[in-house]
T-cell receptor
Framework: EDQVTQSPEALRLQEGESSSLNCSYT??????LFWYRQDPGKGPEFLFTLYSAGEEKEKERLKATLTKKESFLHITAPKPEDSATYLCAVHLGGTSYGKLTFGQGTILTVHP | DGGITQSPKYLFRKEGQNVTLSCEQN?????MYWYRQDPGQGLRLIYYSQIVNDFQKGDIAEGYSVSREKKESFPLTVTSAQKNPTAFYLCASSPYSPIQGYTEAFFGQGTRLTVV
């Protein structure tokens, strides 16, 4: 069964305290891994796309990496405005081609 | 402006009634998706469609129905068979690339459905 698991469920950081969020996947035929940010009451906002192991993408304080089994979202020197729920998703291949499956998300809170 | 429009933003329904949520995109994307989100939860896939007049069940399709008569429209009907319909509903679309397949999805702002 295809599964996407995110950890931790919630993460509290002090401003400037760097950390990482994890997204592990067990899928038959990965056709892309995506990171999103979601603010309360709003739709998810696209952050990054990763397609192959070893790939890295960066944007401001965020850096996403991908291995064959998991992806990390590294947050360097976070600020309170980085507080949000971070979601990862995978596009599947094979008989589920086109299906986009999400993990449960990590709720990030950054205290000033 | 290009984007995905969901309407209405808030919807109230009486028990036993069907209700239809609208989703329109002007991005010329091939694939469209419907998700349900409950408080503190991730997104669960209800239905998805890769082309007009074709769609597939997601992980929680029971009690829901969809249609894809036009490329830009993918309405979701929440039927009276859905036992616990109160939730936040999100629609998304993604383009297709011949090299990479379906790429990143973009979301609407959601419809919050409350059964009263």
């Amino acid at each position: 069964e295809d599964q996407v698991t995110q950890s931790p469920e919630a993460l509290r950081l002090q401003e400037g305290e760097s950390s990482s969020l994890n997204c592990s996947y067990t899928v038959s035929g990965l056709r892309g891994l995506f990171w999103y940010r979601q603010d309360p009451g709003k739709g998810p906002e696209f952050l990054f796309t990763l397609y192959s192991a070893g790939e890295e993408k960066e944007k401001e304080r965020l850096k996403a990496t991908l291995t064959k089994k998991e992806s990390f979202l590294h947050i360097t020197a976070p600020k309170p405005e980085d507080s949000a729920t971070y979601l990862c998703a995978v596009h599947l291949g094979g008989t589920s081609y086109g299906k986009l499956t999400f993990g449960q998300g990590t709720i990030l809170t950054v205290h000033p | 402006d290009g984007g995905i429009t969901q309407s209405p933003k808030y919807l109230f329904r009486k028990e036993g009634q069907n209700v239809t949520l609208s989703c329109e995109q002007n991005l010329n994307h091939d694939a469209m998706y419907w998700y349900r989100q409950d408080p503190g939860q991730g997104l669960r896939l209800i239905y998805y469609s890769q082309i007009v007049n074709d769609f597939q069940k997601g992980d929680i399709a029971e009690g829901y129905s969809v249609s894809r008569e036009k490329k830009e429209s993918f309405p979701l009907t929440v039927t009276s068979a859905q036992k616990n319909p109160t939730a936040f509903y999100l629609c998304a679309s993604s383009p297709y690339s011949p090299i990479q397949g379906y790429t990143e999805a973009f979301f609407g702002q959601g419809t919050r459905l409350t059964v009263v």
